[in-house]
C-alpha cells in the first residue's frame, strides 16, 4: 500500500516511472546497498522520531549515526525514535520502507548534513524492497524537506579516522 502511495505521489512529477523494485529485502542499509550495488554511505535511510506531539523524520546518509547531544540541541529533546506501529501510524509508512515521500500531513522532513558529499543518494519509496536515484536538489524538492540539519556523527573523516585510532591495539 505505502509503494502504491509513492508511486502515486511521483507519478504527480513524472518520475514514478524511476522507482526501483527489487526482488530482494532492501529494509536495512547494508540489504539496499547489496540490492543497487552501492556503497552503503549512499543509501539515504529515513529515521522516524517523536518530538513533543510531532513526528520528525531525518533523512541521514547510510554510514551515519544519529548524534544524542546534536539532536537534542537541535530539536530540545532527547531523541524517541518510533516504535513500528507508530511509524506505520504517524508517518504512513512501515520501518523498512520509511521514507520523505507521500508521508501524512504534519510530519516534519530534515535532510542531514551527511548527505551533502554525494551527487546522487538512494532514498526507499514505502516498501522493504524499493528505491529511486535522487540528486540533492531533487530530494530537497520531492521530500517538501523543512531544513538541512546536523544531526548525525560517524560519518566525517575526521571522526572515522579518531574512532579508528580509539580501537586500535596498542
Not at 93 to 109: D, I, L, M, T, Y
Request: glycine share 8%; charged share 25%; net charge negative.
Amino acid at each position: 500500500m505505502s509503494l502504491e502511495a509513492v508511486r502515486r505521489y511521483f507519478e504527480g512529477f513524472g518520475i514514478d516511472n524511476r522507482i526501483l523494485e527489487f526482488g530482494e529485502s532492501s529494509a536495512t542499509v547494508e540489504l539496499a546497498a547489496h540490492a543497487l550495488g552501492c556503497a552503503p554511505a549512499r543509501i539515504a535511510k529515513t529515521l522516524s522520531f517523536r518530538v513533543g506531539e510531532d513526528c520528525v523524520l531525518i533523512v541521514a546518509a547510510g554510514d551515519a549515526k544519529v548524534d544524542n547531544a546534536r539532536f537534542k540541541a537541535q530539536f530540545h529533546t532527547k531523541a524517541k525514535m518510533l516504535t513500528p506501529d507508530e511509524a506505520v501510524a504517524l508517518v504512513g509508512h512501515a520501518v523498512g520502507g520509511v521514507c520523505p515521500f507521500a508521508v501524512k500531513e504534519g510530519v516534519q522532513v530534515y535532510l542531514d548534513e551527511s548527505l551533502k558529499r554525494f551527487e546522487t543518494v538512494y532514498p526507499a519509496c514505502g516498501s522493504a524492497n524499493s528505491a529511486i536515484e535522487l540528486t540533492l536538489p531533487e530530494l530537497e524538492k520531492y521530500s517538501r524537506f523543512d531544513a538541512w540539519v546536523d544531526v548525525c556523527k560517524a560519518w566525517r573523516p575526521e571522526e572515522t579516522a579518531a574512532a579508528s585510532a580509539g580501537s586500535a591495539a596498542p
